[in-house]
């Protein structure tokens, strides 16, 4: 299974920016698809994710809540950020991650709750 995300660059404090993370592969589930995201010198922490089923159920950090939604696309097996509002905080790495196996009880903000893991992409927001 790989993981490419796209979509990220330079913008200035108050715009918008979406990324994208699309999963290819041999016969794989989805359950859930979420955002992290690693600022320099600080540990990677968990943006958001959806159910790729049940409903699409999501789940928000605090920090993006209001400001980000996290979208899919079946036919495309695409995870979409759509970042609103941004603020030089913001300025991180964002990877996209895949849980594949159904493990239960739903810990989306847990890194442990998935199984793959997208290379990244660049967010800087200028002030």
């Known amino acids: 299974v790989q993981l490419q995300a796209s979509g990220g660059g330079l913008v200035q404090a108050g715009g918008s920016l979406r990324v994208s993370c699309v999963a290819s592969?041999?016969?794989?589930?989805?359950?859930?698809m979420g955002w992290f995201r690693q600022a320099p010198g600080k540990e990677r922490e968990f943006v958001a994710a959806i159910r790729w089923r049940s409903g699409g159920t999501t789940n928000y950090a605090d920090s993006v809540k209001g400001r980000f939604t996290i979208s899919r696309d079946y036919a495309k097996n695409t995870v979409y950020l759509q970042m609103n509002a941004l603020k030089p905080e913001d300025t991180a790495v964002y990877y996209c991650?895949?849980?594949?196996?159904?493990?239960?009880?739903?810990?989306?903000?847990?890194?442990?709750?998935?199984?793959?893991w997208g290379r990244g992409t660049q967010v800087t927001v200028s002030s």
């Open positions: 592969g041999r016969s794989f589930s989805m359950y859930t």
């Open positions: 991650a895949l849980q594949s196996t159904n493990g239960g009880v739903w810990r989306p903000s847990q890194e442990t709750q998935y199984d793959y």
